[in-house]
């Protein structure tokens, strides 16, 4: 049993042909395989209507809120939504660095996604944001030179990104870590 997953997408993820039909907030729900779930799908995706089914489900099921927010142009519009916290997509561009300054007064925790894949330049990310060591991605990079010069300015939370039902898992997360030296923050 893993002790936190916040990134998970479900079918509520539309528009991600990564995620597939059995990837239900129910089966997330059946699997349990954390003991501290949140689902973050893409928050453009929940824009046509979907949110308030989405929110509930999730509710219903025990676990966190979370929406996935790609950058700087849904900032403002995802801080009107009562999220338990965001996963955030920061590119290396100022708009995005601008627009995280926003997400952070919202006093809401703040997951930078990836940003090893991103290239995101941790200098410039507010220290309370929380660092994501991604299981999906952070082998594809030499995540021992992005991520060892911060391992004591962030807190690190471990995610699977799971997009399909076999991908809830961090195992590859959990070795880069421990070969980091990082410890897991555990935020709710
Ligand atoms: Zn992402
Ligand atoms: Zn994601």
């Given at each position: ?25 129910a089966?997330?729900a ?34 966190k809120?979370?929406v996935?927010v ?15 916290y ?42 309370e ?14 995540w021992?030179q992005?991520?060892?010069p911060?391992?004591n ?6 995610s ?9 898992s ?10 980091l ?6 935020v709710?």
């Open positions: 049993m893993l002790q936190q997953d916040l990134h998970i997408h479900t079918t509520y993820s539309k528009s991600d042909s990564a995620v597939v039909p059995e990837q239900t907030v089966l997330v059946a699997v349990r395989h954390a003991n501290i779930i949140g689902i973050s799908d893409h928050f453009e995706c929940l824009m046509d209507g979907d949110f308030e089914g989405y929110e509930t489900e999730i509710r219903q099921v025990g676990f809120v979370g996935e790609d950058g700087h142009s849904w900032v403002d519009e995802a801080k009107n939504y009562d999220v338990d965001y996963i955030y997509h920061c590119r290396d561009q100022n708009a995005d660095y601008r627009s995280l300054e926003k997400l952070v007064t919202t006093g809401k925790p703040v997951i930078i996604a990836h940003p090893n894949m991103f290239h995101t330049n941790l200098n410039h990310v507010p220290s944001c929380l660092v994501e060591i991604n299981n999906r991605y952070v082998w594809r990079t030499d021992k992005y991520y060892a911060f391992t300015q962030f807190k690190f939370v471990f699977s990104d799971a997009h399909q039902p076999n991908w809830l961090q195992t590859v997360a959990h070795y880069a870590a421990a070969q030296g990082i410890e897991e923050h555990l709710f």
